[in-house]
């Protein structure tokens, strides 16, 4: 039982790629989130998904898409990175109210 | 204004004392509220739920204020293994769905 798992765990960008961390969970939780963490800040939520195949705008989604093809799947895609995207990106996941579990977490650093 | 807001800190303690601190939300209609951990560059981790009456897990006590809508939480005999930042997550009355509101967090460094 792995609980949550992200990759990858560290990625250097440079302005205007694109790439997709991928999230998975072996809970069978319904609820996955992707929040970023920047320093002095709290978690903030990115985009979240209620079921397989439904996906929604959190609190920053702006330069962001996600997908939830598969239940145990969450995907976060950045079509062109920008410098204002360096930060740290944690994947949760729940069973709905109460507590979440996060993944170890991505560190990306966008030039 | 956050609508969590929590003391950054440091809290320096020294191994064996007692450490209390609190956050403050601003939405008077949240209904959940947890403690989560969160140790350097890694992830956070729920560490305890927050009930009305107060609730107790080990060292650990937490406490909520509805009124002047705040909660804390005070670790007993602290322990080297506790320095870690504290994060304080409250749950919007709308969203059913577990949404959750985090503070900045609350850094505590236990010194031997």
């Known amino acids: 039982n792995a609980g949550v798992t992200q990759t990858p765990k560290f990625r250097v960008l440079k302005t205007g790629q694109s790439m997709t961390l991928l999230c998975a969970q072996d809970?069978?939780?319904?609820?996955m989130y992707w929040y970023r963490q920047d320093p002095g800040m709290g978690l903030r939520l990115i985009h979240y998904?209620?079921?397989?195949?439904?996906?929604a705008k959190g609190e920053v989604p702006d330069g962001y898409n996600v997908s939830r093809l598969k239940k145990q799947n969450f995907l976060l895609g950045l079509e062109s990175a920008a410098p204002s995207q360096t930060s740290v990106y944690f994947c949760?996941?729940?069973?709905?109210?109460?507590?979440?579990?996060f993944g170890p977490g991505t560190r990306l650093t966008v030039l | 204004r956050k609508e969590v807001e929590q003391d950054p800190g440091p809290f320096n303690v020294p191994e064996g004392a007692t450490v209390a601190f609190n956050c403050t939300y601003s939405?008077?209609?949240?209904?959940?509220f947890f403690w989560y951990r969160q140790d350097c560059r890694k992830e956070p981790k729920l560490l305890m739920s927050?009930?009305?009456s107060g609730n107790e897990d080990g060292r650990f006590t937490a406490q909520l204020n509805r009124a002047s809508q705040y909660i804390s939480l005070l670790i007993r005999d602290s322990k080297l293994s506790d320095s870690a930042t504290y994060l304080c997550?409250?749950?919007?009355?709308?969203?059913?769905?577990?949404?959750?509101?985090f503070g900045a967090g609350t850094q505590v460094v236990v010194t031997p």
């Open positions: 949760a996941s729940s069973l709905g109210l109460g507590g979440q579990y």
């Open positions: 809970m069978n939780h319904e609820y």
């Open positions: 998904s209620v079921g397989e195949g439904t996906t």
């Open positions: 939405n008077s209609a949240s209904q959940s």
């Open positions: 927050v009930y009305s």
């Open positions: 997550v409250v749950t919007r009355p709308t969203d059913s769905w577990g949404k959750l509101q």
